[in-house]
């Protein structure tokens, strides 16, 4: 999807915190209900290399903020492009700051602990004060690219996000709802024990005590040599995310 010059995208509209309002009335009144917050916070993660026009998981994504934004319905949102800030990969450090003190009621993390647990603190304190995760990421290889599976080990620690113990799991987030937004190169449904970027995003947000449903859109059949119909899988697609979004906003 090519953007003219010096007109703004959706997924611009989605790189920093921007407010839409219904009317200045109920603006208001939101925030005095929220101490000054407007609506729903949504923190969405890009986990695609890729320019717009050559990823049709991000143009599904434009498809879906555009809808979003036409609703005027009041969310902030914050973008995370993994390629612009990398996560490290899960470190024996990051375990132990995280994980040691759950077996130990008085471990206290070491300052080496603690450095290699600043970005999950970060990305962890962004997750936490969101309500909905909206995720970007094509299907490689079966699965979410490796760059989101670390981005996720990073975020989903003991402590930080949840906590664990002999009462089980309990959430520290306040997140109501995942949305991925993908594209994948063959046709697998759902339950295909092939589509593993399914099977692992909603095991993972469901053990964190995401409540909701995983929401998954996803143009797949996206290459050419096997599935002629690749267009309109697309566009079927990109409609789906405009129902979605339409969904989202009247919540």
Known sequence: MVQRAGKKSALDFAAEFHYRYRSPASAK???????????MRILHVVANPKPAEES?????????????KK????????KIDLYKDTPPFYSYDTYRNFWYPVFQMNYKPSADEKKAARYAMKH?????ESDVLVITAPM????????????????????????????GVVALHKMKKVIVLAASGGAYDPEDWRNNLTRQIKAAFSFVRVPAEVDVVMADGQNPFFYKDYTQRKD??????KALAQKLAAL
Do not use: H
Not at 29 to 39: E, M
Not at 71 to 78: E, N
Not at 236 to 241: R, V
């Open 56 to 68: 049709v998981s991000k143009q599904i994504t434009e498809a879906f903020f555009q809808a979003l």
């Open 236 to 241: 079927k697609a990109i409609q789906t995310a």
């Open 124 to 128: 962890g304190k962004l997750f936490n």
């Open 140 to 167: 490689w290889n079966f699965g979410v690219p490796g760059i989101l599976k670390a981005w996720m080990d990073q975020v989903m620690c003991p402590g930080l996000t949840f906590t664990i113990g002999p009462a």
């Open 29 to 39: 009144g939101l925030a005095d209900k929220t101490g000054g917050r407007y609506g």
């Open 71 to 78: 609703t005027r319905c009041l969310a902030s949102i914050k």
